[in-house]
Structures are given as C-alpha cells and as structure tokens.
C-alpha cells in the first residue's frame, strides 16, 4: 500500500472514545506561544481572561463551601475552551486519559470487555458489544444495555471518556454498574472485576454454498492480522464467496482500514483526505493483492467512520455490492495533537472523501441494495443467522452472481 503523507497524520472515530486512528506531535514554537498570550481581538486566551480566571478562583476559595481539586479545575479550564467549540469530536484528554486511548489502540487493555457509545444530544451511555468470555458478557450485561450508573455515581453529566477512565484506572478492580434495559421496570445491577481484556475485532464463518462469512467489528492495530488469519482460514475451507459484514462497526484506524483494504482493492485510490486549505494526502492500494472473488459488505446506520471508508471504497471500485440501510454519515477527521506535559489536544482538522470524490459528512453512503432488518428480529441482541434477512439477502445476492458467471 502506497500512502501519501504530505498532509494527513491522525484521524479519531469520535463516534466512540477508544477507536483512535493516530497521534501526532505538535511543536509549539515560542512564537506561537507568544501570539496565543497576546491581549488581542480575536484571542479567548488575553491577560484579561487570565485575569478573570484568577479572580474567579479566588472567589471559590474564600465562599464554596466544599473543599475543591485545584487539578480538576485546571482540567476543566482546558476542557471547557474546546468545548466551545461546539464540536462534539474535539476534546482535551488529561494525562491519564490520553494513556487510556493509547492503551485501547494495542488491542487489549485492563477493563470489562465493553465497546460503548454516546450520543451527543442525550448524553446517553449505550452498550454496543460484549467480548465474548470477558467480565461484562461474564456478568450478563447485553449489548443496548444503557448505563446509568459506575460504582454508585450517575452517569448523567459524565463524558465517555470518563467512564471508560473510571473502568480502566479507578481506584476499586470491582466494578459495579447499573443498566437500563428495554423490557425491564427496574435497573439492574452488575458486578465485575476488572481483567486484562483481549479484544476481539474479526470473527469468521463458512455458511453452506462456499460462502465465507466475515465479521470486523472494529478497527484497531490487532484488526489487520485478525482478518489476514480469518481470510486464510476461509479460504482454506474452500470459499469461494465472501460476505464482509461492518454493521454497527464505528470506526477505528485508518491505517488498519487501508491496510485491508489493499488486500481487496486493484491498484488505485481508496480514500484521500483535505484539510481547510484544500491540501490533499491520498492513500492508495498496491496491485500484489486483491480479492477477485465475488464480495458481499453489510451496513447499516451504525456502521461509521473507518467503516464507511471501507464501504465507500469497495462501492467505487465496483468489487462487491453494499447491501443494507444508509451508514452513519461521519465524513470527517480528528487530529490529535501532544502537549509538552503529556496530556492532548483533539480538533477537527479535515474531511475525507471516497475514491470518487463522494463527501460522505452527514449524508452516509447508500448501499447498493437497500434492505431494512426485519422488526421481529431488530430488537434482539443476538440474532441467528438464518433469521438476519440482510445477511439472508447478501447471500442470495452472492449465488447470483455465481449464475451470472457461469
């Protein structure tokens, strides 16, 4: 795989916390240090807010009744100026909860075996999977499960990135939770200790026909040689068609989805990249590997970021058909910047475009098959294969082409 580097250098899910795409370092010249402080117009940060800032301190100091964590202060002080940035992908990381991303890019880390989401507009904490044999799927929680509660404390008015710090550094190994799920009138409770946790991120099956079936759940650094291993293992089997299956995945590592990707796509171009000032990185497929056999991609409106990078690639270059419901629609790329004292700096810094040009940002890509799940089963949370109708409907697509070619 050829990359062109002259740009792009990070790229974060956003859409769930510990899906990063990579890390950057930003030199912060003095000069640019001394513009920042500079009393002007169009600067948040002026002697005047300095000053501010020191005056409200003082204020909590002499009249707040409870006793403050000066730390937590100067963290929030942080937070709070990207926060107005009114972008739900950009975010200050502490120290601690940068070395929380980074451990979730090795592919196993200490924690519960969960990967959670949260929607921005209700702040709700939802389940998307459990690690099969890890403590949470060990305990019983579900995927949709909706947290509530960590160890006593509401997680209303906490960030995911809290949570996951909670679960990954807290002080107590037992974790207990407490979930809302549908059907239930009450919350339940959870407890689990915290574990080293290995993560899962390709599951494979053969089906009947000599048609594979390949899950990827998400993109991560362990997720290249968990799909080279599974491809192999297939096609020892005797596949001789494919169905890659991406719903609900919400991203991940771009390099871990170009790399591959180069094992499917001729040579060309997958996916490029453009920042506000129309400079352009582009990420190309060598011509050493593809896939020639027929191709099957599963989506839905869960399927974000990474995964749609994947999608749109495989629908431009015409290899496979993408069958479900419209993906998510998350088109654009977070760079993540280190401070010199080891915390971080999150921004939104460019968008990314499908080979064909196709801005993706809020629109998602439309499959080339449109098929709803089926109600009866959409609710479950584990639906056998037989009565998954989108998976139904890739295979019959898949024994179609096999007529056409014969």
């Known amino acids: 795989m050829k990359k062109d580097y002259h740009f792009f250098k990070g790229f974060l899910s956003g859409w769930a916390f510990m899906l990063l795409i990579g890390v950057v370092a930003l030199g912060v010249k003095g000069k640019i240090r001394g513009e920042a402080s500079a009393d002007t117009g169009d600067s948040a940060v002026t002697q005047e807010s300095v000053n501010k800032l020191a005056e409200i301190e003082m204020m909590i100091d002499a009249y707040n009744l409870e006793e403050v964590d000066k730390e937590q202060m100067e963290n929030y002080m942080y937070k709070g100026l990207v926060a107005g940035l009114e972008d739900p992908y950009a975010a200050y990381y502490t120290v601690e909860e940068m070395e929380s991303v980074q451990r979730s890019l090795n592919g196993s880390y200490k924690g519960i075996g969960v990967l959670m989401t949260q929607n921005f507009d209700t702040n709700e904490i939802r389940v998307i999977r459990c690690y099969e044999g890890a403590p949470a799927e060990k305990a019983g929680m579900l995927p949709n499960d909706i947290l509530k509660e960590i160890n006593g404390q509401s997680t209303e008015e906490m960030t995911l990135s809290e949570v996951v710090n909670v679960i990954q550094k807290g002080e107590q190994d037992i974790i207990e939770l407490k979930v809302l799920r549908e059907g239930e ?40 040689s968990q799909f080279e291993s599974a491809l192999e293992e297939l096609e020892e089997q005797g596949m001789e068609k494919l169905i890659v299956d991406v719903r609900d995945n919400p991203g991940g590592m771009l390099t871990s989805v170009c790399d591959i990707l180069d094992q499917i796509l001729p040579e060309g171009l997958m996916v490029y990249i453009e920042d506000k000032n129309g400079n352009r990185s582009e990420y190309t497929s060598d011509e050493e590997h593809q896939f020639t056999k027929p191709l099957a991609v599963l989506v839905n409106g869960d399927s974000a970021s990474a995964a749609e990078i994947f999608a749109g690639a495989i629908q431009d270059h015409n290899v496979g058909t ?36 196709n801005d993706i940002h809020k629109k998602g890509i439309t499959p080339d098959v449109e098929i709803e799940l089926n109600e009866d089963v959409e609710s479950q949370n584990v639906i056998p294969m037989e009565d998954d109708n989108q998976i139904q409907k890739a295979i019959s697509i898949l024994k179609e082409d096999e007529s056409l070619l014969q």
């Open 185 to 224: 009138s009450e919350l339940l409770t959870f407890s689990m200790e915290r574990t080293n946790v290995e993560v899962p991120t390709v599951y494979q099956e053969m089906l009947d026909d000599e048609i594979g079936y390949l899950q990827i759940i998400e993109f991560d650094s362990v997720t290249v």
């Open 322 to 357: 993408i069958v479900g419901t419209t993906t998510y629609g998350k088109g654009i790329v977070q760079t993540t910047y280190s401070l010199s004292d080891g915390s971080a700096l999150k921004l939104t810094t460019a968008k990314y475009y499908t080979p064909n040009g």
